[in-house]
T-cell receptor
Framework: EDQVTQSPEALRLQEGESSSLNCSYTVSGLRGLFWYRQDPGKGPEFLFTLYSAGEEKEKERLKATLTKKESFLHITAPKPEDSATYLCARVGAAGNKLTFGGGTRVLVKP | DTAVSQTPKYLVTQMGNDKSIKCEQNLGHDTMYWYKQDSKKFLKIMFSYNNKELIINETVPNRFSPKSPDKAHLNLHINSLELGDSAVYFC??????????????FGPGTRLLVL
């Protein structure tokens, strides 16, 4: 069964303190890896899709990278507005659904 | 302007009642989904529909019945509500076929509390 594990569960950062979030998954046959941001009381908001190992995508202070077994979301010089839960999800070999990880709650303090 | 909308936003009800949640998307997408997010924040897919046809039906109790009157709408009816049904339910939609690799866009969620 597809499993997606995110670490750490929670991350407290000072404004400007860069860090990385990890998303690892079991089973081969990755057909896509998604990153979403979820603010309290809201639905997940799409950030990135990565399809192949070595691929990288950037948006403002966020950069997502992908290897064969894991993905990283790097937050560079974060600001308080980057505080949110970051979710990753993979498309399994069957290619018909997303399996989500439990998320990493990020709190950036000014 | 809202891309994926859900009603109601909050739902508080008694055990044993029947309730419905409605979802509409104005993105012109062909596929719609229902997800359940539990207290530990895990998002799990329940159902997906492509052009009104049921594609995915995860291990969900028969008390949950989705209905898609057209490809822009996907409703979720829940019979005989139980305490364990308390969660946030998200609707989502994506372009193209029912492949999970298409980017999914989520609604704001419906917070269901069963007393």
């Amino acid at each position: 069964e597809d499993q997606v594990t995110q670490s750490p569960e929670a991350l407290r950062l000072q404004e400007g303190e860069s860090s990385s979030l990890n998303c690892s998954y079991t089973v081969s046959g990755l057909r896509g890896l998604f990153w979403y941001r979820q603010d309290p009381g809201k639905g997940p908001e799409f950030l990135f899709t990565l399809y192949s190992a070595g691929e990288e995508k950037e948006k403002e202070r966020l950069k997502a990278t992908l290897t064969k077994k894991e993905s990283f979301l790097h937050i560079t010089a974060p600001k308080p507005e980057d505080s949110a839960t970051y979710l990753c999800a993979r498309v399994g070999a069957a290619g018909n659904k997303l399996t989500f990880g439990g998320g990493t709650r990020v709190l950036v303090k000014p | 302007d809202t891309a994926v909308s859900q009603t109601p936003k909050y739902l508080v009800t008694q055990m044993g009642n029947d309730k419905s949640i409605k979802c509409e998307q104005n993105l012109g997408h062909d596929t719609m989904y229902w997800y359940k997010q539990d207290s530990k924040k895990f998002l799990k897919i329940m159902f997906s529909y492509n052009n009104k046809e049921l594609i995915i039906n995860e291990t969900v109790p028969n008390r949950f019945s989705p209905k898609s009157p057209d490809k822009a709408h996907l409703n979720l009816h829940i019979n005989s509500l139980e305490l364990g049904d308390s969660a946030v339910y998200f609707c989502a939609s994506s372009q193209g076929g029912a492949g999970g690799w298409e980017t999914q866009y989520f609604g704001p969620g419906t917070r269901l509390l069963v007393l």
